[in-house]
């Protein structure tokens, strides 16, 4: 395994697999009829059912090896299939960009010592695995989860409907606009329930790429803060035509004398293309005027979530003060709050969720 303790404790959102004498025993295309080994199909499904999603990055014929996952009833267990004869590095890092999660958040299991060192040359951060080691990984601590929620067991089945829109995306034929006009998002916001703090506590820990400040918070920061009128916590949930993308969403705003500022605003990465940070930021803004304070925002840079900054910034914040490793910005008082965006619903009140009483 080629990881650093560091990288030891970051959550692996994807498994990606090697097919031949990983998965199975035996090689597919030189006419072998391999069994999947039950070690493979115990981690598949340990895995699975905690919302780690499972990939395969394989060399061989795409349709072959589908028609031998199909035979095996393992098909459905993946999200992404990438079978070929390319570096094995460029499926990795496709099946990042496919999936919309970090490339530290993929791990890579392959019998082959030569595949492993080739993936860890090209993405130092991608945790790499021996066939032999299958049996253990649902142990080990990336691959744990203290809460399993609701969220994370249909985790795989809210992937595969994200790949039925972009299907549905790539066959369209008018703009990308009239595209997200057409899927009729609609966006729940409410005060966070008690069965919600799992699931928020798991974005706190997941979700890096669109976080605005990195922060995460323990379950039981969660419940003293909705059970303190000093602050709201908001969980945001998403459907379109095709279904639920579950709680993509968590906002958490002090309430400061006359201010009110946003501590905490964060996204699942299945939404970045959707619009949604901009409408959850401007439904902050308006909710927080309508109760008489003055908006503000708290932005900690990190490696990866300068896309934060700028949906901030793209909603009318600009910079109050500069630290040395956070940022604070403000809604100018003499500016129009940001209307709602057209292509999405934004349905319920958040303004009364303060001391929610969990």
């Known amino acids: 395994m080629t990881t650093s303790e560091a990288e030891a404790v970051t959550p692996v959102k994807c498994l990606v697999w090697d097919l031949d004498d990983t998965l199975w025993g035996g090689t597919v295309l030189e006419g072998d009829d391999p069994r999947p080994l039950d070690e493979a199909v115990s981690t598949l499904h340990a895995l699975d059912e905690r919302g780690v999603l499972h990939a395969v990055a394989s060399r061989g014929d795409e349709a072959t ?45 392959d019998n082959d010592p030569v595949e492993r060192a080739e993936v860890a040359a090209a993405h130092a951060r991608v945790r790499c695995y021996a066939a032999e080691e299958l049996a253990e ?64 506590h798991e974005l706190t820990v997941r979700t890096h790429q669109l976080n605005t400040t990195g922060r995460g918070y323990s379950m039981a920061e969660l419940r003293e803060m909705c059970d303190s009128p000093r602050y709201q916590v908001l969980v945001a949930g998403l459907t379109d035509r095709f279904g639920s993308y579950g709680i993509i969403g968590l906002a958490v705003v ?13 996204l699942s990465c299945r939404v970045m293309s959707r ?84």
């Open 65 to 109: 090896a589908l028609a031998h996952l199909d035979k095996l009833g393992l098909a459905e267990l993946f999200t992404v299939l990438e079978v070929g004869w390319g570096a094995k590095s460029e499926s990795v890092r496709r099946i990042s960009e496919t999936l919309g999660i970090g490339i530290d958040t993929l791990a890579f299991v």
């Open 137 to 200: 990984l649902p142990e080990r601590e990336e691959f744990r989860s203290r809460h399993v929620t609701q969220e994370a067991r249909g985790r795989r089945r809210l992937y595969q409907a994200e790949a039925s829109r972009n299907q549905a995306q790539e066959a369209y034929e008018g703009t990308p606009a009239e595209f997200l006009a057409s899927l009729d998002l609609e966006l729940t916001l409410r005060a966070a329930a008690p069965d919600d703090l799992a699931r928020a």
């Open 254 to 266: 002090e309430h400061v004398g006359e201010r009110g500022v946003l501590r905490l605003l964060l």
């Open 275 to 358: 619009g949604i940070g901009p409408a959850l930021i401007g439904h902050v803004v308006r909710e927080t005027l309508a109760e008489g304070r003055r908006p503000e925002a708290e932005f900690v840079p990190t490696e990866v979530n300068r896309v934060m900054l700028v949906n901030l910034r793209f909603a009318g914040f600009e910079v109050l003060e500069r630290g040395e490793d956070r940022l604070l910005l403000g809604f100018p008082p003499d500016r129009e709050p940001p209307s709602p965006p057209s292509h999405v619903r934004i349905v319920g009140s958040t303004s009364t969720a303060t001391g929610s009483g969990i």
